[in-house]
């Protein structure tokens, strides 16, 4: 069995110093490995023991200087300069959900409309914090990225709220088509017009309970800024046209840089 696999970041590759320096405080522990850098971004990193490479691969994802590395599994013929990245890992955060949909039933099914739900952030897990719900999803690269989720449920009748999805540590994507891994300069789609139409409501899936539980993507999300400067997201029920570009900054979570520069390395939180 080959005790190998191949490493891309999600965004601007760090120089292989300091990939490495930031990976043996992460898996140091765990035994002997290698790291070295390949075209294309891509690293090739080599572990000790097959049980090492399965603990990297299963408890992830793995962060360097804020950004996750997406580990692919070895496979033959691998050509680092013809591979392209079809999904990432990513930190998302939900606001606007109402305290019912904190169960985790009920907030997996929800975050399954954005990607493959990986695990919950143990913060939400527990409950500690309810400002809003942070999930590590498995994202296509090759879809637009969703602004939101419409939450529907069948108590009260007819009740119904807009979740907004910020992105953590998300790098470049188009303001225009919602694509990541391309600015609004290069995107072949154009001018949509700077409207956006949001779509309908699906059927509610039924969960244990008997209640009914429907989310739906789409529907605008609203930037709001407090006079002390906290961004904040509110939702925009109204189902109707908007005029506001499709995708912008207030998708994504900002940065808030520290004084200390050294690499930083982190594990995720478990399920």
């Not at 793995?62 to 950004?67: D, K």
């Not at 969703?146 to 807009?162: A, D, H, R």
């Not at 407090?226 to 925009?236: A, I, V």
Request: proline letters at 6%; a neutral charge.
């Amino acid at each position: 069995m080959y005790t190998m696999v191949f490493g891309k970041f999600l965004g601007r590759a760090p120089p292989l110093g300091v990939a490495r320096e930031a990976l043996t405080r992460l898996w140091g522990h765990l035994g002997e490995f290698s790291v070295a850098d390949m075209l294309n971004g891509f690293f090739l990193i080599r572990y000790s023991t097959s049980e090492m490479m399965e603990t990297i691969l299963t408890e992830g994802p793995w962060t360097v200087n804020g950004m996750v590395l997406h580990i692919i599994r070895w496979r033959p013929h691998f050509q680092a300069s013809f591979e392209k990245l079809t999904s990432a890992i990513l930190w998302v955060q939900l606001y606007n959900l109402s305290p019912e949909y904190w169960e985790m039933e009920h907030l997996k099914t929800v975050a399954a409309k954005i990607g493959k739900v990986i695990k919950v952030d143990e913060t939400t897990f527990l409950q500690d914090r309810a400002k809003f719900a942070r999930v590590c999803i498995e994202i296509d690269l090759n879809q637009p990225l969703k602004k939101g989720v419409w939450v529907n449920s069948e108590e009260p009748v007819n009740s119904q709220c807009f979740v907004s999805i910020l992105y953590e540590k998300l790098p470049v994507f188009c303001y225009k088509c919602g694509v990541v891994e391309h600015g609004a300069d290069g995107c072949k789609q154009g001018d949509t017009g700077g409207q956006s139409e949001v779509a309908g409501t699906e059927q509610p899936v039924p969960d244990p309970k008997g209640k009914g539980l429907a989310v739906d993507e789409g529907g605008p999300s609203v930037r709001m800024t407090s006079p002390q400067g906290e961004g904040r997201m509110l939702n925009q029920p109204e189902k109707e046209k908007v005029s506001d570009p499709k995708y912008g900054v207030w998708m994504t979570v900002a940065e808030k840089f520290g004084k200390s520069r050294r690499p930083a390395a982190s594990r995720s939180q478990p399920k």
